[in-house]
């Protein structure tokens, strides 16, 4: 069974600066939902509280996996990926002084991936032919196409269930943003994911996309109900198009 995430009245922020204002979203279970948002606009502030990182003031935040439901405000990260939730941070986040190898284990973290690491490892390495080549090579000496697939493939060793990817675009060039958008695809239909992806790249986003958001200033300014809901909002023509 795939799972689901329903994000309902949110408010977050950090300490007294209020970043989130009663944002409400959801991810249906195998679907891939863009949270569209230009920087500074709450996109990661709302993975970092999914992820138990950030603690809101108010609202919930219901993942169901394998049909049982669980409220993650306040359960320690360390719990919530073990239910099976993943995050590539951005900026990736690896640790640079470790191998290539050694940054993939760190991922191996909760029970259920470690039962399987091996398997994990190896699938890595398929769909990331390049992180086979360079399995022994630190990762802080990666180009940065290099270094987005590392962290989406560590974040594959956690065995997850639900995957959400914070701003996968940032620093690459735009001939790697494509082919790690359409990694993202892959990954997602190949290990049956559901996907939670902000980005500030709209362009890219909805090419893989059922659906999406937009948050303005901390709040929802638009729900798209489908890929051509995103391409014809005014909305998203203003803030993206300069129309």
């Known amino acids: 069974m795939a799972a689901s995430l329903a994000i309902t009245g949110l408010e977050a922020g950090y300490g007294a600066v209020r970043i989130?204002?009663?944002?409400?979203?959801?991810?249906?279970?195998?679907?891939?939902?863009?949270?569209?948002?230009?920087?500074?606009?709450?996109?990661?502030?709302?993975m970092k509280a999914v992820m138990g990182m950030v603690r809101p003031g108010a609202g919930s935040i219901v993942a169901e996996i394998d049909g049982r439901s669980h409220q993650l405000i306040g359960m320690p990260t360390e719990a919530i990926v073990d239910l099976g939730i993943a995050i590539v941070p951005e900026g990736r986040r690896l640790?640079?002084?470790?191998?290539?190898?050694?940054n993939l284990l760190m991922g191996a973290y909760r029970k259920a991936a470690r039962t399987r690491l091996q398997q994990n490892l190896e699938f890595c390495f398929e769909v990331f032919p390049r992180l086979a080549e360079r399995r022994t090579q630190l990762a802080g000496l990666m180009s940065g196409g290099e270094q987005q697939m590392l962290a989406l493939a560590r974040a594959l060793m956690s065995a997850p269930r639900l995957l959400l990817i914070d701003e996968p675009s940032v620093g690459l060039a735009p001939l790697m943003v494509t082919r790690t958008i359409d990694k993202i695809r892959e990954l997602k239909e190949s290990y049956h994911l559901t996907v939670l992806m902000a980005e500030q790249n709209f362009t890219e986003a909805i090419r893989i996309a059922d659906r999406g958001y937009v948050i303005v200033h901390g709040a929802i300014g638009f729900e798209a109900q489908s890929r051509a809901d995103l391409d014809n909002n005014a909305l998203i023509r203003s803030l993206y198009l300069g129309e």
């Open 20 to 46: 989130l204002h009663g944002v409400s979203l959801r991810v249906g279970a195998g679907e891939t939902v863009a949270l569209l948002g230009t920087n500074g606009n709450g996109k990661s502030t709302l």
């Open 95 to 102: 640790f640079p002084r470790l191998s290539v190898t050694e």
